[in-house]
């Protein structure tokens, strides 16, 4: 039984699909984050079985970028995160309507 | 000679421009001069150009090309000849002395200003009308003329009456006009130009029923500006404006147009004598209809306008029977006592606070002894009495009618002269003669200002001597360019039978009008009531039966589209999208309420929109592609 | 066939690790489980022959970010839990699935309809790590030297937005509690001076 890229990619969708239904219903702030790790990674397989199947390195090089990008999202929103628990002393989604016109 | 062209053209033009300068401003003296100084300059180059054309030359212009489009060329082009020095010379007097005598009559109206504008606006009208060397040129002008009948006709625009008078002189001229305008296009179709000189030149070449329907629709177009039936109705509702704008319009600058178009277009009406037949016919006609009608109105305004419309059948009958030279020459004769009888209208109308009823007027040439004089004289022409104007020209289309044996024609005309010599002298007899019925109203009649009186002089002057003095070198200049026909009755004695009988006839009409209103007025309810009394009194129930057929199921219709059509559907289809906008910004105004989270929800929502449209597409343009493939 | 004895197995593995970090309302449990899927995870690249994004997966994700998200923590009251209201959540999940297979298949689609040449073709030669170097020294220097950019960029911030001072907000501040907290802190600095 031959795994083929399809497998990869009916594995990263299952991913993806886990990740947004995170993002979506998470209202704790940190567990948005840890939806939006999710969706990284599972974009992350799919380049790396894209990759492997096309014998192409371009898509290794995508998911390097993008584990990047990961690790300074992860600081900088978890710096942000920090001053907003500091100031307000919350991290309920729904409880953030300063942006409400 | 082109500079006297140019200025006897755009002088008028010059003065509306200057004059609507100020038309939003009270009254400015100056305007009304500087429009009477503009127009007597254009009368003065106009008698230039008389002199120029009387020496045996034509002036012809060509200002600038105006449509070049592949075969299609009109130009802007100006001619002076025999036939339009004559429109501009009677034009142009008979303007310049409403003019002058305006600055009288409308001394205490609001719209000083802006009459001006208007009055000269329709003398350059008029002067682009009969100075066109192409049909297209002569068409601008006749919709400026019918642009400019529209303001003046409804220059009381305050007044319903007046503002309805004005959208129905100008909705049966466009009626007419329409006609025109396919007379014109047919004319280009079939000779590929509208250059007079190329058309006239070509015409005979065409088949027969070609030139005939030119010549129809031609002539409905005439029939519009000149007020024939069945298109007159707007001429007598026209009196809703001021007396002088009457006095141009019927005098000068519109009525006039239809005839002139057909004199003008003679070389096309020369070929189809079933057809001028009819016109003169239709003219005949209108001669005696609108004749009766003025039997028995009792609008002062009304019956002079009635006159013209009678006057206007003369001169079809002599254009429609080919007397083209006679037809212009009546032309000339009636706008000058035409216009007196007009001014002198108004100076009464002025006297009696506008009240119009002669039935209430009386013995006013007491206090109005010029006006009485100049309204006399006016009338003796009108009825042609040997020897002022009328005479000459009017007793020449009865010697048309019979020597083109045309009996029927004859003896209607005829009648037709003692009608209008009794109508005439009706009207004078109320105004001036009798007791004065108006005191019992409460007014006090007094003289106009003397400088409107000596403004009418000239047409006085005019008016006797048109006939007298211009006949033969009229006759000499015009036949260079209209056909040479001269009408003399061979037997001598059927001639001074003829002309003494007339005589005799439309005297025994002014002794009969004088003797029935000068002195006292007896209203006799027997006739009043009676069926040929209250036909001709509502104008043969003709502005009824127009109510009927044609106002009413139209208002109808305009109705139905308004409740069922306009309401229901367009509206409805605006109100909708404006519901279906507005409902939407109701109902989804929710998604911005600041929540983080259901933002986060919107955002995936948009995405997946985004995304399907994406391959939507792409599948779409591959599949195109392919398919081109 | 011992591929995909592993392949089911991770999948399966990482499919219930990440489900456990949506689904579970306690935090600790989220971040344990997402720490374990990543883990998981790196085994696919492995299995792909991706040693080199094995490795960095690891060792970022499960050693810095988790690392991370666990001292983040700290700062956060996380026994109390948040009070998630959950609405509809038959129509979210619907939701993503249709995003994610949408976004796979518009990736997938130039793969499978046209036959897309390789810009840099693995060469078996060399070993993975060696070979990423190469490609990512040359043909990719730029955006690896913004990467490390970005990087140190996001750093300086975590550092500034986590440190001092920053639990006041001078927007929202009037003047006259900015001037004394100014005044405080020139106030701090003159004492320090003169120590």
Redesign the interface.
């Known amino acids: 039984m031959e795994i083929t890229l399809t497998h990869y990619l009916v594995l990263s969708t299952v991913l993806f699909a886990i990740g947004?239904i995170g993002?979506?219903r998470r209202?704790n702030l940190l567990m948005l984050f840890f939806a939006t790790e999710i969706l990284l990674n599972a974009v992350n397989i799919g380049m790396a079985a894209i990759s492997h199947y096309r014998g192409d390195y371009t898509g290794q090089m995508f998911a390097f970028f993008i584990i990047a990008i990961a690790a300074s999202e992860v600081a900088v929103g978890l710096g942000l995160l920090i001053v907003w628990y500091k100031r307000t002393g919350k991290i309920d989604?729904?409880q953030?309507?300063?942006?409400?016109? | 000679m082109e500079v006297y062209l140019y200025i006897a053209l755009f002088a008028p033009l010059v003065g509306s421009l200057f004059a609507g300068l100020f038309g939003a401003y009270p009254k400015m003296l100056f305007t009304g001069v500087i429009a009477s100084g503009l127009l007597f300059a254009s009368f003065v180059s106009s008698a230039i150009l008389l002199n120029y054309v009387l020496t045996g030359h034509t002036v012809h212009v060509e200002m600038m090309t105006w449509i070049a489009a592949g075969d299609l060329y009109i130009p802007f082009g100006f001619v002076v000849d025999q036939v339009s020095v004559t429109m501009m010379m009677v034009v142009s007097v008979v303007s310049t002395v409403v003019h002058v005598y305006s600055i009288g009559y409308m001394a205490h109206d609001k719209g000083f200003n802006r009459f001006f504008s208007y009055l000269s606006a329709f003398v350059f009208s008029m002067m682009v009308l009969v100075m066109s060397d192409n049909f297209l040129g002569l068409f601008i002008g006749w919709e400026g003329v019918g642009l400019c009948s529209w303001l003046l006709i409804g220059f009381w625009y305050h007044k319903e009456s007046a503002t309805w008078a004005a959208n129905e002189a100008f909705i049966m001229n466009r009626i007419a006009d329409l006609a025109m305008l396919i007379g014109i296009f047919m004319m280009y179709w079939n000779l590929g130009s509208l250059q007079y000189d190329v058309v006239f030149a070509n015409v005979a070449t065409l088949p027969m029923h070609i030139i005939t329907w030119i010549g129809i629709f031609l002539f409905i177009g005439a029939m519009g500006k000149s007020a024939q039936f069945p298109l007159h109705t707007w001429l007598a509702d026209a009196m809703e404006g001021p007396t002088p704008v009457s006095a141009l319009i019927h005098a000068a600058t519109m009525v006039t147009a239809g005839v002139y178009l057909v004199v003008r277009a003679n070389p096309i009406y020369s070929e189809i004598p079933d057809v001028g037949n009819a016109i003169a016919s239709l003219g005949a006609f209108v001669a005696m209809f609108a004749a009766t009608m003025a039997l028995v109105n009792r609008d002062m305004k009304r019956i002079i306008a009635y006159s013209t419309l009678s006057q206007l059948g003369y001169m079809f009958v002599a254009a429609g029977l080919g007397a083209y030279w006679v037809a212009l020459f009546h032309l000339m004769a009636h706008a000058f006592f035409k216009a007196l009888l007009f001014l002198g209208a108004g100076n009464v109308m002025h006297a009696m606070h506008d009240e119009l009823d002669p039935f209430k007027m009386g013995g006013l040439k007491k206090s109005m002894k010029g006006t009485w004089i100049f309204m006399t004289l006016a009338s003796v022409a009108l009825a042609g009495i040997y020897p002022l104007a009328g005479f000459f020209s009017k007793d020449l289309i009865l010697e048309v009618a019979f020597v083109e044996q045309h009996y029927i024609l004859y003896t209607v005309l005829l009648l037709t002269a003692g009608l209008t010599a009794f109508y005439s002298f009706r009207l004078v007899a109320l105004i001036f003669h009798g007791n004065e019925r108006h005191l019992e109203h409460g007014i006090h009649p007094h003289e106009a200002y003397s400088f409107m009186l000596y403004a009418m002089a000239p047409l006085a002057v005019l008016a006797v001597i048109a006939g007298m003095v211009f006949k033969t070198p009229y006759y000499l200049m015009v036949t260079n360019l209209l056909p040479a026909m001269t009408y003399h009755i061979h037997n001598h004695t059927t001639f001074w039978i003829m002309t003494i009988g007339t005589q005799l006839f439309v005297i025994a009409a002014i002794t009969y009008a004088y003797k029935k209103y000068a002195k006292a007025v007896k209203v006799d309810k027997k006739v009043e009531s009676g069926l040929l009394y209250q036909l001709l009194y509502n104008q043969y129930y003709i502005p009824k039966i127009y109510d009927e057929v044609f106002s009413k199921p139209y208002l109808k219709l305009s109705k139905l589209a308004w409740k069922e059509i306009d309401l229901k559907i367009v509206d409805a289809t605006v109100d909708g999208i404006a519901n279906v906008i507005y409902q939407t910004g109701e109902k989804t105004h929710t998604m911005?309420?600041?929540?983080?989270?259901s933002?986060?929800?919107w955002m995936?929502?948009g995405?997946?929109v985004l995304?399907?449209l994406?391959?939507a597409f792409?599948a779409g343009y591959?599949a195109v592609n392919l398919q081109a493939m | 066939m011992f591929e995909a004895i592993a392949f089911y197995l991770f999948a399966a593995l990482t499919i219930v690790m990440f489900t456990i970090t949506v689904m579970t309302s306690q935090a600790l449990y989220a971040l344990t489980a997402m720490a374990a899927g990543m883990i998981f995870i790196s085994a696919f690249f492995f299995i792909l022959g991706a040693d080199f994004l094995g490795a960095i997966q690891i060792i970022v994700y499960t050693g810095a970010v988790m690392a991370i998200y666990a001292f983040g923590m700290m700062f956060f009251d996380t026994t109390r839990n948040v009070v998630e209201k959950r609405s509809n959540p038959r129509f979210?999940v619907v939701?993503?699935a249709?995003?994610a297979v949408?976004?796979v298949?518009?990736v997938l689609?130039p793969i499978v309809?046209t036959n897309l040449n390789a810009n840099y073709p693995i060469d078996l030669a060399v070993g993975n790590s060696q070979a990423i170097g190469m490609v990512l020294f040359t043909k990719y220097l730029v955006p690896f030297e913004l990467a490390a950019v970005m990087l140190l960029v996001a750093m300086i911030a975590g550092i500034v937005l986590a440190g001092k001072k920053m639990d006041k907000s001078l927007t929202l501040m009037t003047e006259e509690d900015i001037a004394l907290m100014h005044d405080s802190f020139t106030h701090e600095s003159t004492q320090e001076e003169a120590h």
């Open positions: 947004l993002v979506m209202k989604l729904d953030m309507t300063s942006m409400r016109g | 911005q309420n600041g929540n983080l989270s933002m986060l929800r995936v929502i995405l997946v995304l399907v994406a391959v792409t591959n | 979210v939701l993503g249709l995003a949408l976004v298949f518009i689609a309809t």
